[in-house]
């Protein structure tokens, strides 16, 4: 299966077994620069380590290890499944101190996110996967590892991301780094 890349999006046919898995929102080539360009000035004040512009994106579904049956059954049904289009502004930062991250986000739940997200989980429940108790909190993972986490900037300008589908993502980690492969997308 070929990697994922920005410019050329390959959607593989199915997944080997034991895959990690999650459903996201993948930014495009301009926004992920400006994340980028985010991480950057939160590591300059946090330390910490800085996202690659090709791993950032927004949760929406994390499923852990799947089995090779399940996964290849996931690959199949996303195609079919939609998601609510609309946009998210990202307008600050913030911080989850226990794991040392520094993330991007919006202010407020859109709720067009929140619905389908809420989808997505109405679809995945029935298949047996839990529904996290804790509420939907979107954010894009800007470092990892942050020493400093009380001195976050103030965020740059907000910014408008615009969304029409998700993706499933395979999770493959290399040397201590996660790789990230697109596996399918939802309808749009």
Known sequence: MPA???????????APAGVRLFFALWPGPALAATLASWAAQAQA????????????????AFLGAVDAERAAALVAATARQ???????????????ARQGIVWAGPAEVPPALQHTHDALWDW???????????????HVTLLRRAARLDG?????????????????????????????????RSAG
């Open 124 to 138: 995945l429940e029935p298949l047996g996967w839990p529904r996290p108790a804790q509420a939907f909190k979107p």
């Open 45 to 60: 004040a946090c330390g910490g380590r800085a996202m690659r512009p090709d791993t950032l994106h927004l949760t929406l």
């Open 82 to 96: 939609r998601a609510r289009p609309g946009s998210i502004t990202l307008d600050r930062y913030g911080t989850f």
């Open 152 to 184: 976050t900037p103030a965020a740059p300008p907000p910014v408008q991301w615009q969304y029409r589908r998700y993706v499933l993502v395979q999770s493959r980690p290399r040397e201590g780094v996660a790789h990230y492969q697109v596996l399918a």
């Open 4 to 14: 994922f890349s920005r410019s050329a999006a390959p959607v593989a046919a199915a």
